[in-house]
């Protein structure tokens, strides 16, 4: 079996193609035949070794995948050989609140990860995907999609009428695009590409503002919003946009706390949010339980997740050098079989 591992040569860590035996399920997990896996910012801050401080050599990086199940551990109920799943961020989220024990599962952080062409999850850890989804989409779920819809509907608590800013037209804003049309919301997007704010209008997006032309973009969202401010905001810039984002926020708002995209930035002051009534939650991905209401959205609306590209599983160094240069709209995505 081919999998890659995270390896150090001449001090930078690189991908490694290696092989080993297929892994065998243990009580309570299922074998599954990887089919796509789809990566994420995080996934390049683990690379760098600038990820909460996690040490990469050997790792099987990557948290994102669908495939087949071909075999299930002793115990197993939940699924059988056959079934089209995708792995859950958190192998050890069920339901309820996030945890210590939970933030502890992360695949390709704090456990083995996904980029390799079979893998286990825990019994728990794993979802049916919606049977109108191919492998390559499905696998664009666990982190991106789940992040946006926690932020939006989990803390949220959107509706339909209010507006959403979203940051820039990665995979987590892509999916919060989507969402928030689906959900009868109107949403602004910001982008340093007029071709790409193009391309979210498309999408149903009614606002866009290119943030290298108009540097204080906060201004354009309020006069965008007639001065009101958005009522949702999926803030995946972190120190370098949060401030702004503030500006923008509409009286009542609500700001999910997501990444770390722009890091410059001194310290925020956070009094703009107490004068609006806001709040901010921070989120981190989601649990299964989170996951399956997810798809059950998805499946309902009929949603197909935005893919910029596929790469071939021996291009996997490639895939994660073109998701650097950050010029994707949407998810970039790995085959691992067919």
């Known amino acids: 079996m081919e999998l890659y591992r995270i390896r150090n040569r001449d001090g930078r860590y690189h991908l490694n193609l290696e092989h080993q035996s297929p892994p065998q399920p243990g009580p309570g997990q299922i074998a599954v035949h990887v089919k796509a896996v789809s990566l994420n910012y995080r996934d390049l801050l683990v690379m ?4 909460g401080g996690i040490d990469p050599e050997g790792l099987i990086p990557a948290s994102d995948a669908a495939g ?3 075999a299930v551990g002793e115990g197993v109920t939940r699924f059988a050989t056959g079934d089209r799943v995708a792995g859950c961020f958190f192998q050890n989220w069920s339901s309820g609140p996030a945890s210590r ?13 996904v980029l390799a062409k079979e893998v286990l999850f825990e019994e728990g850890g794993a979802v049916m995907v919606p ?12 982190c991106a999609g789940l992040t946006a ?6 803390r949220g608590d959107l509706h339909a009428g209010e507006t959403v800013l979203l940051l820039g037209t990665g995979g987590v804003s892509v999916f919060g695009l989507q969402f928030a049309i689906a959900a009868g919301a109107g ?5 340093s590409s007029d071709e790409k704010l193009a391309r979210a209008q498309a999408f149903g997006a009614w606002g866009g503002v ?3 032309a108009m540097p204080e973009w906060q201004q354009e969202v309020l006069r965008l919003t007639d001065g009101k401010g958005v009522e949702q905001i999926l803030e995946v810039g972190g120190t370098g946009t949060l401030a702004r984002s503030l500006e923008a926020l509409a009286y009542n708002g609500h700001i999910a706390l997501i990444g770390l995209l722009a890091r410059s930035g001194a310290g925020v002051d956070p009094f703009p949010l ?9 989120i981190f991905v989601g649990s299964r339980e989170n996951f399956e209401a997810m798809n059950a959205f998805i499946t309902r609306h009929g949603i197909h997740p935005v893919i910029d590209r596929v790469f071939p599983f021996n291009e996997a160094a490639e895939a994660y050098r073109y998701l650097e240069a950050a010029g994707h709209f949407g998810k970039v995505v790995i085959q691992a079989g067919g």
């Open 274 to 282: 107490a004068m609006k009534s806001g709040t901010m939650s921070g």
């Open 48 to 51: 760098r070794r600038e990820y």
């Open 187 to 191: 949403a602004i997007v910001t982008s």
């Open 68 to 70: 087949e199940v071909v």
């Open 149 to 154: 819809w926690n932020g939006l509907f989990t």
């Open 210 to 212: 290119n943030y290298r």
């Open 101 to 113: 024990k939970a933030a502890q599962s992360a695949l390709g952080g704090s456990i083995p990860g």
């Open 131 to 142: 049977m109108h989804l191919s492998f390559e989409e499905a696998a664009t779920l666990p």
